[in-house]
DNA sequence: AATGCGGGGAT
DNA sequence: ATCCCAGCATT
């Protein structure tokens, strides 16, 4: 018999899904790529990039050759860049190791780079069908909201009813069909605030509607507090060329480049973050043009206050892992987007 | 089990 | 402002 909370799932899911371009294969490689972009990031804001990958790359092995700062570009402005570098790490491992065929089954899938838990049950099913449910964000609000979980998503208890309930639902329909489906209800009808449970068809068995919970459950995540972190960032220019680096430690935007940086805990006056420039460049033949205002960059878990300075010499120094680079090759390397912004104001980059 | 990692859209 | 998104890797 069937289930009939995954039977109007599937019901549901027939005519309200979007119309979106890795859903109409079953080739691993878009189902994979289309996975690693949407992790922690909504369709609408992946989608270009989806294309731009699928164009530039049109096969895992033409992905493999690329190296890394290729790939950087095209991910720039998309945030946690730990997805573009074990994205080409994963790529390569499929092309070299596996001669570009995608393992078929969950357990190997997950164990390849960027691929976790989730992503391999997506992956999975879609490409295989094979019955493992692919939990996610969506799917813990749905099964939290209908069941009536109300410990905190991604507990222990949580995650052991989700897991149970998921295996449960899977079991009698098509498991890609299955997981397409309760997702796109989580996006789409079951969302977290505000759901229109007046249209729902599930809201009949749903314990959070039932109970007058909606709005409770699934429980809010914990806050973590947010550290303040001032940049100082210095646009050092000779004729048409600056000074630019690559980000190297285990920090924000790991591998990307940006302006010679300098940072404090602390909001320093004009004069200390000047010195702190002739400490960089151990010259005072400069010409100050001007310091930005401060301009405020949140992140999840950090805010960043940065300034600009803008300054020019005659010929620029060489120095660590600094790179000399005229203004017309800058679309060579791949910035976060608070500083790609400010060269785009400052016409280094070409507007959008 | 907790923490770090981006950027943007919805409310 | 606040929440959270087709999560993963590291500690």
């Not at 809201?203 to 039932?210: I, M, T």
Request: charged letters at 20%; one cysteine or more.
């Amino acid at each position: 018999m069937k289930n009939s909370i995954s039977q109007n799932l599937l019901n549901w899911y027939l005519t309200n899904s979007r119309d979106l371009p890795w859903r109409q294969t079953t080739d691993p490689y878009p189902i994979w790529l289309s996975e690693i972009i949407l992790q922690q990031t909504r369709v609408l804001q992946g989608l270009p990039y989806y294309y731009k990958f699928i164009e530039a790359f049109p096969t895992v092995d033409a992905l493999a050759k690329a190296d890394e700062n290729e790939v950087l570009i095209l991910w720039q402005g998309l945030g946690y860049y730990s997805r573009a570098r074990n994205l080409l790490a994963c790529a390569k491992t499929v092309a070299f190791t596996f001669h570009g065929v995608f393992p078929n089954h969950y357990n190997s899938l997950v164990k390849l780079p960027g691929i976790g838990k989730y992503t391999a049950a997506a992956i999975a099913s879609f490409a295989f069908n094979e019955k493992v449910p692919a939990i996610d964000g969506n799917v813990i609000r749905v099964i939290s909201r209908i069941i009536g979980i109300e410990s905190r998503p991604y507990s222990p208890e949580s995650n052991q009813l989700v897991q149970q309930i998921s295996h449960q639902w899977i079991g009698q329909v098509s498991p890609a069909r299955y997981n397409q489906a309760i997702m796109e209800f989580g996006a789409l009808q079951c969302v977290p605030k505000n759901p229109n449970c007046n249209v729902c068809p599930i809201a009949s068995f749903c314990y959070a509607f039932q109970n007058k919970k909606v709005h409770l459950i699934p429980a809010p995540k914990l806050k973590v507090k947010i550290k303040t972190r001032f940049f100082y960032y210095f646009l050092i220019q000779s004729n048409d060329s600056i000074l630019i680096e690559q980000r190297q430690n285990n920090d924000i935007w790991k591998n990307l480049f940006q302006l010679p940086l300098h940072e404090s805990s602390t909001d320093l006056p004009t004069e200390l973050v000047l010195q702190e420039l002739v400490n960089l460049i151990h010259t005072e033949d400069w010409l100050f043009e001007e310091i930005s205002l401060p301009i405020k960059h949140l992140l999840t878990h950090q805010q960043l206050i940065t300034r600009f300075v803008r300054i020019r010499l005659s010929h620029l120094p060489q120095k660590g892992n600094w790179l000399i680079v005229d203004k017309n090759e800058l679309t060579q390397y791949a910035f976060p987007n608070l500083v790609r912004d400010y060269l785009r104001s400052k016409n280094f980059i070409e507007p959008k």
